[in-house]
């Protein structure tokens, strides 16, 4: 997407890696949903190599890469699935980056919400329990309750908007709440607000 001006920067990380992943299709669709609110641009993960600390000193270029475009964005949308009861490697592996080497973290006072879609009853409840601990313990500022969306056939539609018009209302609600969010909080937010 293009950045329109004025409108705060969003950073979209999807962690999945997977190519047809319904959670990336679901943080399209929260695009979709904040478009004239917020413009949103997808941080790639996927080609992260793992943290070493080792590395520290002379960082990938691709962790230096995807720490200046959270260090950029106004805010940060996670939609993450479940694995095993917590988040996937790849997004723990980028928020490693993100936060190292120490004093240098990209989370620190970061307005984020995080969501997550899975097919199961709970809609990842438990990953987005433990992102929101390792987020909080490296000092973003969350969105307060609790986005569970169950996977069903019909939330996505052909045209990639939210097909269910309950969940599309429950999912705007907390759209509209980031977004103001943001603008409260996001310095470059402020700065267009005031110009």
């Known amino acids: 997407m293009t950045a329109q001006a004025g409108l705060p920067q969003i950073a979209v990380i999807v962690g999945s890696n997977r190519r047809d992943s319904i959670n990336r299709k679901l943080a399209r669709a929260l695009a979709r949903l904040g478009a004239g609110r917020f413009e949103a641009t997808f941080a790639r993960i996927d080609d992260l190599p793992m943290f070493n600390q080792d590395n520290e000193g002379n960082l990938p270029a691709e962790a230096v890469r995807f720490k200046q475009e959270i260090a950029r964005a106004d805010g940060v949308l996670f939609v993450t699935p479940e694995h095993d009861r917590s988040i996937?490697?790849?997004?723990?592996?980028?928020?490693?980056?993100?936060?190292?080497?120490?004093?240098?973290?990209?989370?620190?006072?970061?307005?984020?919400?995080?969501?997550?879609?899975s097919p199961g009853a709970i809609g990842s409840a438990l990953a987005q329990q433990h992102l929101r601990n390792i987020l909080v313990s490296l000092g973003a500022t969350l969105l307060g309750g609790d986005a569970y969306v169950t996977f069903k056939p019909n939330l996505i539609d052909e045209h990639g908007a939210i097909g269910d018009a309950s969940t599309a209302k429950f999912l705007q609600g907390f759209v509209d709440r980031f977004a103001t969010l943001v603008e409260r909080l996001a310095p470059t937010a402020k700065q267009a607000a005031a110009a």
């Open 88 to 117: 996937p490697a790849a997004l723990k592996n980028a928020i490693d980056w993100g936060a190292r080497p120490y004093g240098t973290s990209v989370w620190a006072d970061k307005p984020a919400f995080i969501t997550g879609t």
